[in-house]
């Protein structure tokens, strides 16, 4: 076995991970410039951020079926180059509607890479590091979510910047377009890479190309393991080949029940527990605890660390106490951290004293809060009433976040504990070994398709996540909020306890007569 063949080929395979993660998170930078240079509405700002995930769902379930008729290498190709013209589009967008389109340009990348990156590592590596390789591809999104921050923070500070080569490259009056074009570069090395690329082993044997893959695979198998893994291969196509011609109805054949069944609780289970509620409006959480806006922001960067720490921990775990062991261990975790989360806020109390008052006179006329003197609340969401009945509605929207910080008192230790555990517990289960799971539960002849699939529903599901937990916040409360997502927690818990098979150190072909019951 060659064992840096392996690694090399996944890393770079990998690597479009990286790419979806940085494209995703570099937003978050870019929204407080958009929004004045173009006279941007709430609404079109949302769209800005939101327009990325909606063309990424429409790729994941076409990257699949176009994989399975191109090949996997190629798409990644294509992804590539989507994700370079998405970085320059969006650097030279003239205009708001210029830069959403280029913007879903760079979605269409997005899906193809997130789904087909892990189906051809899983098409590569032995079974024994299929787990490991192919949460290679989560830990690179979660390191493009990082280095995107830090970049962003970089080329502020450039902005700042008195050196005459940051003066010349005009950080400061085009922060923003730097921001976003600065992801041409990992595009284009992506590209390049990927011609040191062979073509997916179980691809070139579903076209006949036995040679080809036979070739591919000794080099990450030995010559003799990869002869006999062909041969298992070749078998497993040749019985397919005998079935009618793949289409979406074979998903739902009573043969697939189970496998599809599995699929898609894990890929909703993975978004509903809240992960991008966190991620997303993690220095809001933080912030409404009372601990003002630098701290939230600091706390803020730990959760990224966390998340990138447990996610390592869960690729060296991942074949060693396999995926099931690992889920129960995370959904566990999920559900207690938001139980936490959910007792925090529930204990909370909200008073507006005179000295707290006072100090809200640079952003309202104080005279409105007078009616809220003293008064306790015991939740968010009553205080919030008795607040958008006392000051105008641009006031309480502009400014909620800084009248609940002032009249907050709670312990913010609980929230930090919660959201720390709650986002250790995702990274180190559900987050990467969804995908390898993915890449192991559905047959050889059906595995695009299925993957685009249960792909499509989770990022649908990831995306009215994001849309509906700020209304959720207004309506609900954050402890509802919060006691929802520990629910939806606990009911995946039951269901991989009961319902799903361990997967791990079996060959894919295996798996498909564990799981496939004709």
Not at 7 to 32: E, H, P, Y
Not at 151 to 164: A, D, E, R, V
Not at 396 to 413: G, R
């Amino acid at each position: 076995m060659n064992l840096r063949y392996t690694i090399f080929v996944s890393f770079i395979v990998a690597l479009g991970g990286f790419l979806m993660g940085f494209d995703a998170s570099v937003i978050s930078g870019v929204v407080k410039f958009i929004e004045p240079q173009f006279d941007l509405t709430k609404i079109q700002l949302g769209w800005a951020v939101s327009c990325l995930t909606l063309t990424a769902t429409l790729a994941m379930f076409l990257a699949g079926p176009l994989s399975d008729k191109l090949g996997r290498r190629t798409v990644l190709k294509y992804a590539a180059a989507l994700y370079f013209i998405s970085a320059i589009g969006s650097a030279i967008a003239p205009s708001f509607w210029f830069l959403v389109l280029a913007r879903m340009v760079g979605g269409f990348g997005v899906g193809a890479s997130l789904i087909i990156a892990p189906i051809y590592i899983a098409e590569i590596a032995p079974s024994k590091m299929r787990g490991t390789m192919v949460s290679l591809n989560q830990l690179n999104i979660v390191l493009g979510i990082s280095v995107a921050f830090f970049t962003n923070y970089m080329i502020l500070q450039l902005g700042k910047s008195n050196t005459g080569w940051a003066e010349m490259l005009q950080f400061n009056n085009y922060n923003w377009r730097w921001m976003l074009g600065l992801e041409a570069l990992p595009a284009i090395i992506y590209f390049i890479f990927l011609f040191f690329v062979p073509r997916s082993p179980r691809w070139l044997a579903m076209n006949g190309l036995d040679n080809e893959a036979l070739q591919v695979m000794a080099k990450s198998l030995g010559a003799e393991e990869a002869k006999l893994q062909l041969k298992s291969i070749s078998q497993s196509i040749k019985a397919s080949s005998q079935k009618e011609k793949t289409s979406l109805k074979e998903l739902f054949k009573p043969s697939m029940k189970l496998v599809l069944l599995i699929g898609i609780v894990i890929a909703v289970t993975q978004q509903i527990t809240g992960i991008n509620s966190v991620f997303f409006y993690a220095p809001m959480i933080f912030e409404q605890t009372g601990i003002g806006t630098d701290a939230s922001f600091s706390q803020a960067i730990l959760v990224g660390l966390i998340n990138l720490v447990f996610t390592l921990f869960a690729i060296g775990l991942v074949d060693r106490i396999g995926r099931k062991p690992l889920l129960i261990f995370g959904l566990t975790g999920i559900a207690i951290s938001m139980f936490i989360l959910s007792t925090g806020f529930s204990k909370a109390t909200y008073q507006l004293t005179e000295d707290k008052i006072q100090a809200c006179e640079s952003f309202v006329d104080i005279e409105h809060l007078s009616s809220m003197q003293n008064v306790v609340y015991y939740s968010d969401l009553d205080f919030n009433k008795a607040l958008r009945n006392s000051v105008s509605e641009k006031a309480f929207k502009e400014h909620q976040t800084d009248f609940i910080s002032k009249a907050i008192s709670i312990n913010p230790w609980l929230v930090l504990i919660g959201i720390l555990g709650f986002v250790a517990s995702f990274a180190i289960s559900i987050g990467p070994v969804m995908w390898v799971l993915f890449s192991e539960l559905f047959p050889n002849r059906i595995r695009g398709l299925a993957i685009s699939f249960v792909g499509l529903i989770n990022s649908g599901i990831s995306f009215l996540v994001q849309l509906v937990f700020p209304w959720e916040q207004m309506n609900f409360g954050n402890a509802t909020t919060f006691l929802i997502y520990g629910i939806f927690g606990a009911l995946g818990l039951v269901f991989v306890f009961f319902m799903l098979p361990e997967t791990k150190g079996k060959s894919l072909e295996e798996l498909e007569l564990i799981l496939v019951k004709e």
